[in-house]
């Protein structure tokens, strides 16, 4: 780097040198540049984690709503080296079904977004004992802030999440109903009204959307009727 470019760094004056530069300055003299966005007066990381929040108060309210279920937000967790915390835990005593809600409010790396899902699926029976319970059915679940960008990037990426994820939103209800067997589904969630807030039907595109058990006749028009909002 040239001296001209340096010195105005070292005087405080960088309006006119581009983030490059600067990273590669700082690189040089192992200093850390860090990038602060500010959107209508707001720090972004104050804006995302009440998104967060937001997110988390809707989907706690609907699962607080079935009835038999037991609800615990941030669970932490620390098991063979592996930390972390799991967004909700939902516990079904009576058919010994456990719930594991992963929420995201944007889809930012799909690949560690993945991984962290699986890692937490994986360690839910021992976080859950840690309580008390043992499940004989464990499901997990992604929940995602429903947004057209966040459909847009579940889109693109399709063939990754279809591998992981068996159902969609619109089996949500179904499996609230009848929470007898293992699953793992991705559903897009709007949190404009956490008190009743409903759970939109998001297939990805290409995945299988069959139940999470064959109903017929009357019963099957009436878990239609209830169902959960089809806006693919």
């Known amino acids: 780097m040239s001296r001209a470019t340096v010195s105005p760094i070292e005087r405080g ?31 972004a990381d104050r804006l995302l984690s009440r998104r967060h929040s937001n997110l ?40 010994g079904h456990l719930l594991v809600v992963e929420l995201k409010t944007g889809f930012v790396d799909v690949n ?17 004992a840690t309580r008390g319970w043992h499940p004989t059915a464990i499901s997990a679940w992604l929940i995602v802030a429903d947004s057209k960008t966040n459909r847009r990037h579940a889109a693109e990426h399709s063939t990754l999440l279809q591998t992981r994820f068996q159902l969609d939103g ?3 209800r179904v499996l609230m109903r009848h929470p007898l067997k293992a699953t793992t589904g991705l559903a897009f969630w709007t949190d404009s009204n956490p008190g009743g807030a409903r759970p939109k039907a998001s297939p ?16 099957a028009a009436q878990d239609g009727a209830a169902g959960p909002d089809s806006t693919c």
């Not at 079935?66 to 909700?88: K, L, N, T």
């Open 13 to 43: 004056y960088c309006e006119t040198l581009s983030l490059a530069t600067l990273r590669r300055v700082a690189g040089a003299t192992d200093i850390r540049v860090d990038l602060l966005g500010r959107w209508r007066g707001g720090d």
């Open 56 to 95: 988390a108060e809707s989907f706690a309210a609907f699962l607080a709503a079935q009835p038999g279920r037991i609800v615990e937000p941030e669970v932490s967790f620390s098991f063979y080296g592996a930390r972390g915390v799991v967004d909700q835990l939902a516990w079904h005593p009576a058919t």
């Open 112 to 128: 560690e977004m993945l991984g962290t899902f699986d890692r937490k699926r994986r360690l839910a029976g021992a976080i859950s």
């Open 170 to 172: 619109r089996q949500l």
């Open 204 to 219: 990805v595109r290409g995945q299988s959307t069959a139940p999470l058990r064959p109903r017929t006749g009357r019963n």
